[in-house]
């Protein structure tokens, strides 16, 4: 007699992968329902790390925000530091000294370089490769290390004012620089030999997670992600700013769409990244870093302030809770090319010393929307292969 | 390249309602334009218009967002939701701001011609109030459920309500 068995194969259900899991890079929710191990349908839930971030601009005034925008995407602070006075700069209409823009930009290219180690190395950590990870972090460190020497944090570094950087790069600096610089391409090519061609690797990430070129553009895909699709737009060449017109760099762009073409294309900015770096370090200008006290931005240096009366009179009207910075009114918006995409800051301003609206267009929130699309019809374990590609941060996510 | 968008714009939009204003003024940065809608029932042909029109072709949506005017000196509407469009093809950027006022707090969604609106326009919804007709998935994002006011109105203080108080918390033996 035949053995007849009753299962559920054929009924569909719902797996919580909450916001409690490893491979969550931080606190997001998704709610994925499976027949199997195919997904066939995905809703994700956000708002853990909620913290109303823009709330908060209209109660903290254009130099305390910095440290707000620290804590958006921790893995490239300073990027974002930069992005939020690069839009306030303009709002108040002046123009920072060639000796900010160039150490700005080797900040942000530093960013960039610290944050596709963690993206790709992640990555890597989640399909299971842990010695690519191992690796990215312990050059993260030597970032740190020459973030902490420059302004003394390693994270969170809130390294931008208004008008200018909180304090100049110290003697022995770009030495250091340049040594990271001759150490970093060994690791890369330690990273590229342990994933590029490997197997089981390009198994997990091939064909995986596909956007194509006009849904990249309908989707309000930017940076690596809509790169990795085709889409050549690139903020530090299409929009120059800060100094990057005096530098020779490529944007590598890629047509497979999946999660390998994201990880090339990281990799390859990473190499990009370096060649500026090493550009603006052999052609750093000379002068002052803040742009002048006359414009009445920057705070003074101390000694001024305890030694002259024009120092002491700006400090005050800077400090002081019922003066502050007296910007036009009007609106303002200004987007860099952080590592995750297009991050842009849309200050209103009431002529007051706080924004009266500071919107922050987050990269990592618009890119994520598409992540139940990508998703569908992929199996379970493609679900961690397709966020780590992602590079979703949730902190830039929720705000 | 400026100036050629703003001529355009005027040609195009020289029926009343569709003002035409300037983002700031600043030198060193490019100049952006800004439509402003008074009409926003005409919203979705704008929109249709601006990415399909072979003048225009502004085929990518940035952002989405909303701004509260209520404190704001001499401002006329007090709900405004903002949309940022660029364009590949011609390298510039347009703004479009739709003037509601306080009370009909409703727009036409855009996901239809940008399916990337998704998710902003929720956050506008469940920060300012502001409902999209037509969107696919009219609910909260950012707060938790349960949550009723809408946060980023100027109304609202910045230590909130009591939510934080309030918080219903669930024991091991009711969950």
Redesign the interface.
């Known amino acids: 007699m035949a053995v007849q068995i009753e299962d559920n194969l054929g009924e569909i259900w719902t797996l919580n992968f909450g916001p409690q899991h490893p491979a969550t890079h931080t606190t997001f929710r998704l709610v994925l329902q499976l027949d199997g191990e195919r997904v066939v349908g995905c809703v994700p839930h956000i708002g853990f790390l909620h913290s109303g971030f823009e709330k908060q601009a209209e109660d903290l005034d254009y130099n305390q925000y910095v440290v707000i925008t620290d804590r958006m995407n921790y893995v490239s602070p300073m990027a974002n530091n930069f992005a939020w006075h690069h839009a306030v700069e303009q709002l108040f209409g002046i123009e920072i000294t060639p000796r900010c823009k160039t150490i700005r930009v080797i900040m942000a290219e530093l960013s960039r370089i610290s944050d596709h180690l963690l993206s790709v190395g992640a990555a890597a950590l989640d399909v299971g490769a842990f010695t690519a990870f191992l690796y990215g972090f312990n050059e993260r460190e030597m970032i740190y290390d020459l973030f902490e020497i420059a302004c003394g944090h390693r994270f969170t570094n809130s390294y931008s004012r208004v008008g200018g950087l909180s304090q100049d790069l110290p003697d022995g600096w770009t030495a250091k620089a340049r040594e990271f610089c001759r150490h970093l391409p060994r690791v890369l090519d330690d990273v590229e030999k342990l994933l590029t061609c490997n197997r089981i690797f390009i198994d997990r990430t091939r064909r995986i997670g596909v956007i194509n070129h006009d849904d990249a553009i309908a989707w309000s895909l930017t940076g690596p992600i809509a790169r990795a699709s085709g889409v050549r737009r690139d903020l530090r060449k299409d929009e120059p700013y800060f100094s990057y017109t005096d530098f020779d760099f490529k944007v590598p762009i890629a047509t497979g769409g999946d999660c390998y073409a994201r990880y090339l294309i990281r990799l390859e900015e990473m190499r990009q990244s370096l060649r500026i770096i090493e550009q603006a370090l052999a052609d750093l200008p000379g002068g002052p870093v803040n742009v002048h006290p006359e414009t009445k931005l920057p705070l003074p240096e101390k000694s001024d302030v305890y030694g002259s009366i024009e120092g002491l009179i700006h400090h005050f009207e800077l400090i002081m809770t019922n003066r502050g910075f007296t910007p036009p009114i009007g609106e303002v918006y200004a987007a860099n090319e952080v590592p995750n995409g297009e991050l842009g800051f849309y200050i209103v301003s009431d002529g007051s010393a706080r924004a009266y609206r500071a919107r922050c267009r987050p990269p990592s929130f618009i890119n994520y929307q598409t992540f139940p699309k990508l998703i569908v019809g992929h199996q379970i374990s493609d679900v961690v292969a397709v966020l780590g590609s992602l590079n979703v941060i949730a902190a830039e996510l929720d705000r | 390249m400026d100036t050629e968008l703003r001529a355009i714009l005027e040609e195009e939009f020289s029926r009343t309602g569709w003002r035409i204003g300037m ?8 100049r ?1 334009w ?1 439509v402003e809608l008074h009409e926003t029932d005409k919203l979705l042909t704008l929109m249709q218009l601006l990415r399909d029109h072979d003048r225009f072709r502004f ?5 989405v ?1 909303a ?2 005017y209520l ?3 001499e401002a006329e509407h007090r709900f405004v939701v ?1 949309y ?1 469009l660029l364009s ?1 093809r011609d ?1 510039r ?1 347009l ?1 479009i701001k739709a003037m509601l006022g306080s009370k009909r707090l409703k727009v036409s969604s855009v996901c239809s011609i ?7 326009e929720r ?1 506008v919804y469940d ?1 300012f109030g502001i409902q999209f007709v037509g969107h696919p998935d009219h609910r909260r ?4 459920e349960g949550f009723v006011h809408y ?2 109105r100027k109304d609202y203080p ?1 230590t909130g309500l009591g939510e934080r108080e309030s918080f219903p918390v669930i024991g091991r033996q009711d969950a």
């Open positions: 983002l700031l003024e600043h030198p060193g940065s490019p952006q800004c085929n990518q949506l940035i952002d967002t701004i509260d404190y704001f000196p903002v940022s590949h390298n950027r703004w940008w399916p990337g609106a998704e998710w902003p956050e920060m994002i950012l707060t938790p946060p980023l910045v």
